[in-house]
């Protein structure tokens, strides 16, 4: 197991054993320099010609921020360097299970250097870290829920990379969701709300895991719309609040009537690349 990580063992507490805890510490990014360049995924495709307005986005990410902190969430802020344009998205870059950082290996090599302002970070602030390495594996892939895991396997992140993280977390189950090709990552298509409740974009992801997260859920359904929108990219900061589009009306609706308090901020700059507000959050610690 050596040649798959480094660790660096530091007395920084982490912990983050669920989506949907009391969101207390978080790590982002301003979109200084979010631009669609090459396009690397269907929306940002769809987005090329009426590309991102840099000064909105970051008036809206501030935003964002801001009711992050007005709900007691300490946030962190990784500084915008000109050659990542995709340094906004920083759940992609790490993930934490228990009290385990999990550094992540970008699919794309544009992205790569993300990570090692990652863990400058990390080193500067004394946070110990496991880096994944041989293959590709994302952190927009992979969601938590107590002992169980749920990963997807799409086009940043390869089978063998779930099979190592099995290997390095015995004690968790974890299953592998086959993510439809065209979708980036498997929170833009499932976000576990609270231990009950999870919105789904069911034509994206296999029967099988389906079935197994209706057993386990009481499914939201999204549209094909809504999913376009990053609908399902909801992020839930805890106390049964829920950060989410003011464009994806229904979604929001739905939400309300099952219980949640929805707080809708602009983001509409942000989602030309193809990630929302769980895209654009990295949780340190909930509870």
Known sequence: MKNLIDKKITPQ??????????????????PAYMEIKHAINKTQEHYLQNNIDKTKA???????????????CEVITLEPKENLNEQVFTRDIGFVIGDTFFVSNMK??????????????????????????????EGGDVLVDGNTIWVGKSGRTAEKAINQLKNLLPDYTIHMINVREDI?????????????????????????????????????????????????????IGQN???????????????????????????????????????CTLPLKRG
Do not use: W
């Not at 054993?17 to 982002?28: A, G, K, P, R």
């Not at 302002?117 to 080193?123: I, P, Y």
């Open 13 to 30: 507490k982490l912990n983050c054993n669920t989506e949907y805890d009391q969101l207390n510490s978080v790590i982002v990014a301003p």
């Open 58 to 72: 970051m008036e809206q990410h501030a935003s964002f921020v801001e009711s992050l902190k007005e709900n007691n």
């Open 108 to 137: 794309e090599e544009m992205r790569k250097p993300e990570t090692s302002v990652l863990t400058d970070s990390l080193e500067q602030k004394n946070i110990s870290y496991t880096k994944m390495r041989d293959t590709s594996i």
């Open 184 to 236: 980036l990552h498997l929170d833009c298509v499932f976000t576990i709300l609270d231990e009950d409740y999870a919105i789904v974009y069911s034509p994206a992801i296999d029967e099988e895991s389906y079935n197994l997260i209706k057993n386990k859920y009481t499914i939201i359904e999204a549209t094909t719309k809504e999913q376009f929108n990053m609908g399902p990219n909801v992020l839930s």
């Open 241 to 279: 609040k829920i950060i989410s589009l003011p464009e994806n009306k229904r979604l929001n609706r739905k939400m309300k009537q099952a219980g949640f308090h929805v707080i809708e901020v602009e983001f509409s700059e942000i989602i030309k690349s193809g990630g929302s507000f769980r895209c």
